[in-house]
């Protein structure tokens, strides 16, 4: 099957704006393009792109530049899979020199971090070089992207709509050009909501498998960190360089490396594929409906299955989320609840005074929607499902009609991916380009079956099912 997006092989005078991260360390590798060129046209598009994305919170220009300088330095630079490749991180991951407010008021007043994150340490061996944090929701506790304190993300299809968040300015950044990956969270969807909404790939992968040290955390249970990118290989090679020892994070899986790089030629034959159907498909909007459907078409996909209690799940994992959430920020919200953004600040209240016997009953419940949803895993190898319920809604809009019910935006673009988050599966999100705007569909896999979820993303996008599409909403900023 043809590939839609045949690799260039770009010279010295290419800008790599709409490159791959695997094109663009080709490119390096050979002597095509130099390291420092293709962050200097990075730096460049930031600077013109970020005034109408509002994806940056601080760009680490002077590092990115003394990075590329020794990329280019390095006489077998094949060897770096990443080499040259410019990304971003979300900022709740510690950067060297940047304080890491997590899109907090109260935050900036903290020193800088002292030492980045692991994983940014992970990529960098692998040659890619940091050129800044990103914009999120506060304290990553929001879908939008809607940020009180540092101003909206906007999406780059329609900027006045949502990115989705909380790792809004990651969406915005890759779908926008302006890096060909960055990294985000999960604790609810927040990699998921902005992959659909934006119209590229996300990834969560299993709960545990990557490390969280030097990260501001939200849910202890339930974050998750992964990358966005504009292509699946894009996404697995990143992922590979992640893999690791689990630091000081203590729900860090002491698992080995396992490449998935070199799984997705495998192709999908033999795997069972279902779509999930009853509470994954009630309330969606006909595009959501219409995503799935193609996808399920293009796989030949005619088995479907049911979550149980999918609804209940949602319900028990907002409970943990109100509840860990209120205990990690009582402090603040003692000394200083006028500091933080009264959406989030009213929630964690609410939480502070929830009875523990119903969080104890929520994760009893956890424990056995667990059980049983792994008992879907005997029949079948992924099970497809709406990444959201529409497609991205005008920044400031606060209602939509969902199932003939007028419901509020914030809390229910994460209807479909709570479900799933709740029990740490892994799931790559996967753009269609619908017109005039895209949205998601999960892929949703058994626990540390990654491979599983990037192979079947990998199919449909050789199938120009799923395409991360360049935004048409961003030529006015380009010129």
């Known amino acids: ?87 971003a991180v979300k900022n709740l991951f510690d950067v060297a020199g940047v304080v890491t407010t997590a899109g907090s008021k109260i935050n900036r007043s903290n020193a800088p971090a002292d030492r980045d994150s692991p994983l940014i340490e992970r990529l960098e061996a692998a040659g890619a070089v940091l050129v800044g944090a990103l914009n999120m929701g506060e304290y990553a506790y929001d879908f939008t992207g809607e940020n009180v304190h540092d101003g909206p993300s906007r999406n780059p299809h329609d900027t006045t709509r949502m990115t989705g968040g909380s790792s809004g300015g990651s969406g915005g950044a890759v779908a926008g050009g302006m890096v060909p990956f960055a990294l985000g969270s999960d604790t609810n969807g927040s990699i998921r909501v902005p992959s659909s909404l934006c119209g590229i790939f996300g990834l969560k992968p299993t709960y545990g498998r ?5 990260t501001f955390p939200f849910v202890f249970s339930l974050d998750h960190l992964g990358p966005f990118a504009r292509s699946v290989r894009d996404l697995a090679l990143t992922y590979d ?77 907002y409970l943990i989320t109100a509840t860990e959430g209120a205990a990690l920020h009582l402090d603040r919200l003692r000394a200083r609840a006028t500091d933080f953004d009264p959406a989030v600040r009213d929630r964690l209240l609410a939480a502070a005074m929830v009875p523990s016997t119903l969080v104890v009953k929520a994760q009893t419940f956890r424990r056995w929607y667990r059980e049983r949803t792994l008992k879907l ?103």
């Not at 990557?210 to 030097?214: D, I, N, P, Q, V």
């Not at 120009?464 to 961003?474: C, E, K, T, Y």
């Open 241 to 317: 360089a992640m893999q690791g020892p689990p630091g000081d994070d203590a729900a860090c899986a002491e698992r080995p490396v396992e490449q998935v790089t070199r799984e997705l030629d495998r192709g999908i034959n033999g795997l069972r594929i279902a779509t999930a159907g009853g509470y994954f498909q009630k309330g969606a909007f006909p595009e959501a409906i219409e995503a799935l459907d193609s996808v399920a078409k293009a796989l030949g996909v005619k088995q479907h299955v049911e979550f149980p209690e999918a609804a209940r799940a949602r319900a028990a994992a």
């Open 210 to 214: 990557l490390t969280r040290t030097r």
């Open 1 to 87: 099957m043809p590939n839609p997006r045949p690799s260039s092989r770009p010279d010295a005078a290419s800008d790599m704006a709409w490159g791959t991260a695997a094109e663009i360390a080709a490119a390096v590798a050979d002597g095509a393009m130099t390291a420092t060129a293709v962050v200097d046209q990075a730096l460049a598009r930031i600077a013109k792109l970020n005034p109408a994305l509002n994806a940056f919170t601080a760009v680490t220009a002077e590092r990115a530049r003394s990075r590329a300088k020794a990329i280019d330095s390095v006489r077998d630079r094949s060897r770096l899979p990443l080499a040259g490749v410019p990304f």
């Open 377 to 479: 895993f005997e029949q079948v190898d992924a099970i497809l499902a709406p990444a959201t319920p529409c497609t991205a809604p005008k920044i400031g809009q606060t209602t939509f009609v969902l199932d003939g019910q007028e419901l509020p935006v914030r809390p229910n673009l994460g209807l479909y991916t709570q479900p799933i988050s709740f029990i740490g599966l892994p799931v790559v999100a996967v753009p269609v380009p619908l017109k005039p705007l895209p949205i998601g569909v999960q892929i949703i896999a058994p626990p540390w079956r990654e491979d599983i979820a990037l192979r079947v993303a990998y199919a449909l996008e050789q199938m120009g099912i799923v395409d991360a599409a360049r935004p048409i909403g961003l030529r006015e900023h380009m010129s």
